[in-house]
């Protein structure tokens, strides 16, 4: 064992990470007890950011007052077109959302995302073994995620790391520019273009070998031979690329922050080792959503006030967000609200499903909620099999995330053996 590694110094970049991280959380702790719905207008513009878990949940599941801010960016990213994570609630929602269901049914979380994540999460391991160290960022989850979404959508990209690249500059472009820096719009535009071009040649390459694969292109091509409405090539493109921007990148992000915490908690990590070694997979899938809450995807969700709208009427803290607002609904500060998630500031297993909004809530709640529900534990049991598992000595130990965005893990290393 490397006696260096539990003493590893933090870079002056993580120990700034931390720093803004509980300020954020002290932050909110504060907005909720004192400004729940906090509505600030600023350079023309009106600010809203709600705080607690239930006006966060009101705010999500009103879709129509407080809509998704994507539309643009997908048009970019589309051609000018819309998916259902830009729609409103409206037919076309419903239509396309039930259409790409349809192709992705919630049973094959367990029947085909489980067994293939496990073997293809071994296989990274294995490649690790002989090393005795494996970065839990692009090394396992990233090349885990692109190579099953691949081959379970049918679009596998010209090549793992060319696609992955691609796509989460998309991702970040779309979900974390908020600015909208013109210096990001240039490349994302032809990011997208290449992405386009990709899948419609995927798209025409499996006209012409039809029926020799059983993934979502094939089962879209089949609803198409139907007649289906919604299942045109420009609209199989338009959902395919939703799928691959929206699958790819996430539990990348999501797994190598949760070891971060875990790997800083030894009586919960031993716990969920404990837990993986007995393959009890509920116990470890609570495990590692407790860990997450405590730096999970994104502090909250972003929506466009649509219509005047008097959030948590009749409470002494409500306020109305007036139309044109610019809203957060604060996720990360909800799953901290001690009204509804008692002893919040513990790490704890005993808690119920709905503590947790790591998946967004209402209408647009992930479409890939139930694959992500098995993914995620699944990547994440194979490392905590690992024996004597810890941080790696030296900076390749701790969280590194990427220049471009911030949010994105490139490297968090840990050791074992
Ligand atoms: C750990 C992985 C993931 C996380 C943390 C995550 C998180 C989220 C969140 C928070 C939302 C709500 C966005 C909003 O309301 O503004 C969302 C929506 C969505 N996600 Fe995921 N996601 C993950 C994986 C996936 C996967 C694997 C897929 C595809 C198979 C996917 C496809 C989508 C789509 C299409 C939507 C839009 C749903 C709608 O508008 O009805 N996501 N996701």
Same mark, same amino acid.
């Given at each position: 064992m490397?006696a260096r590694?539990?003493?590893?110094p ?7 990470l931390?720093a803004?991280k509980?300020k954020?959380?002290?932050?909110f702790?504060l907005l909720?007890n004192t400004?729940?719905?906090l509505?600030?207008? %600023?350079?023309?513009?009106t600010?809203?950011?709600?705080t607690?878990y239930d006006?966060?949940q ?14 643009p960016k997908?048009?970019?990213i589309?051609?000018g077109?819309n998916?259902f994570?830009?729609m409103?609630d409206e ?10 269901r349809m192709t992705?049914p ?6 085909r995302?489980?067994?293939e994540?496990a ?7 294995q490649?690790?073994?002989?090393g005795g160290?494996?970065?839990l960022? @692009?090394e396992?989850?990233q090349?885990?995620t692109?190579r099953?979404f691949?081959a379970y ?5 010209r090549?793992v790391?060319?696609?992955?690249d691609?796509?989460?500059w998309?991702f970040? %472009?779309m979900?974390?520019d908020?600015?909208?820096d ?7 535009a032809?990011?997208?273009?290449d992405l386009r071009a990709y899948v419609? +040649?995927?798209?025409a390459?499996?006209?012409q ?7 979502i292109?094939?089962r879209?091509l089949? $609803?198409?031979? @139907?007649?289906? +409405?919604?299942?045109s090539d ?8 939703g799928l691959i921007v929206?699958?790819l990148?996430?539990a990348?992000?999501v797994? !190598?922050?949760l070891f971060?915490?875990l790997?800083?908690r030894?009586?919960?990590l031993?716990?969920a080792q404990?837990a ?8 470890v899938?609570?495990?590692? $959503?407790e860990a997450?809450? $405590?730096?999970?995807?994104?502090p909250?969700?972003f929506?466009?006030?649509e219509?005047?709208y ?5 409470? %002494?803290?409500a306020?109305?967000?007036?139309k044109g607002?610019f809203?957060m609904?604060a996720?990360r500060?909800?799953m901290f609200?001690g009204?509804?998630?008692?002893r919040?500031?513990q790490f704890?297993t005993?808690r119920?499903?709905?503590?947790? @909004?790591?998946?967004?809530?209402? @209408? ?8 992500n529900r098995?993914m ?6 194979a ?6 598992l810890r941080?790696a000595p030296? !900076?390749?130990g ?9 949010? $994105?893990?490139?490297?968090l290393?840990?050791a074992?053996?």
């Amino acid at each position: 064992m490397d006696a260096r590694v539990a003493t590893a110094p933090k870079s002056s970049g993580s120990k700034l990470l931390d720093a803004l991280k509980s300020k954020m959380d002290w932050g909110f702790l504060l907005l909720r007890n004192t400004l729940p719905i906090l509505v600030v207008p %600023w350079k023309g513009r009106t600010y809203a950011l709600v705080t607690r878990y239930d006006d966060v949940q009101e705010v999500l599941q009103r879709p129509n007052v407080f809509n998704v801010t994507y539309a643009p960016k997908i048009a970019v990213i589309m051609d000018g077109d819309n998916i259902f994570l830009g729609m409103k609630d409206e037919p076309n929602y419903t239509r396309d959302r039930t259409n790409m269901r349809m192709t992705a049914p919630r049973g094959e979380a367990l029947s085909r995302v489980k067994p293939e994540v496990a073997r293809l999460t071994a296989e990274a391991v294995q490649r690790a073994l002989p090393g005795g160290r494996l970065d839990l960022a @692009m090394e396992l989850t990233q090349d885990v995620t692109t190579r099953f979404f691949g081959a379970y959508f049918g679009t596998p990209g010209r090549s793992v790391t060319q696609f992955s690249d691609q796509v989460r500059w998309l991702f970040g %472009w779309m979900f974390a520019d908020i600015a909208n820096d013109p210096a990001k719009a240039a490349p994302a535009a032809r990011l997208a273009a290449d992405l386009r071009a990709y899948v419609e +040649e995927a798209i025409a390459a499996r006209k012409q070998a039809r029926g020799q694969q059983d993934d979502i292109l094939e089962r879209c091509l089949r $609803f198409q031979d @139907m007649g289906t +409405e919604g299942f045109s090539d420009r609209e199989i493109r338009n959902n395919l690329i939703g799928l691959i921007v929206g699958a790819l990148p996430q539990a990348p992000m999501v797994i !190598p922050q949760l070891f971060d915490i875990l790997l800083d908690r030894p009586q919960q990590l031993r716990e969920a080792q404990a837990a993986a070694r007995a393959d009890d997979d509920a116990a470890v899938s609570r495990y590692v $959503f407790e860990a997450s809450r $405590f730096f999970p995807l994104t502090p909250g969700l972003f929506r466009n006030c649509e219509e005047d709208y008097r959030v948590a009427a009749g409470n %002494w803290r409500a306020r109305t967000i007036p139309k044109g607002a610019f809203v957060m609904a604060a996720t990360r500060s909800a799953m901290f609200d001690g009204r509804r998630v008692p002893r919040s500031w513990q790490f704890r297993t005993d808690r119920p499903d709905y503590s947790y @909004m790591h998946f967004g809530y209402g @209408m647009h709640e992930c479409f890939g909620l139930y694959m992500n529900r098995v993914m995620v534990p699944e990547i994440c049991k194979a490392v905590l099999k690992l024996p004597n598992l810890r941080r790696a000595p030296g !900076p390749e130990g701790r969280l590194r995330m990427d220049e471009e965005f911030g949010i $994105f893990p490139m490297n968090l290393t840990v050791a074992f053996g």
